[in-house]
Nanobody, 123 residues
């Protein structure tokens, strides 16, 4: 099993940028598709982005497309989420996880969830 730890969250203003990191330990990291999810206050966890093992195939939620970029450095066993032009509606706890099987947009298809990192965007 892979274990994941998120970091990089914080309090920013609308229009600012943040880069989240997801550090992995445990079994092989480079073979696993990895995804980012977020959970806004009072809402369910939602898909943000996913990357295949090489980073060559990526998919994004419509709400973040063009503003967020998912990437990974398999040598460092770290995945990133570059978030630009942040909006108040991006406020959430952000999680990373490894895709097991099934629909890559659904959180139940993932495992190895980290503890999350909080992002707060003020208007």
């Amino acid at each position: 099993q892979v274990q994941l730890v998120e970091s990089g969250g914080g309090l920013v203003q609308a229009g600012d940028s943040l880069r989240l990191s997801c550090a992995a330990s445990g079994r092989t990291f480079s073979n696993d598709p990895l995804g980012w999810f977020r959970q806004p206050p009072g809402k369910e966890r939602e898909f943000v982005a996913v990357s295949n093992w090489s980073g060559g195939s990526t998919y994004y939620a419509d709400s973040v497309k063009g503003r967020f970029t998912i990437s990974r450095d398999n040598a460092k066993k770290t995945m990133y989420l570059q978030m630009n032009s942040l909006k108040p509606e991006d406020t959430a706890v952000y999680y990373c996880a490894a895709l097991n099987e099934g629909n890559w947009r659904r959180p139940e298809s993932y495992y190895g969830w980290g503890q999350g990192t909080r992002v707060t965007v003020s208007s």
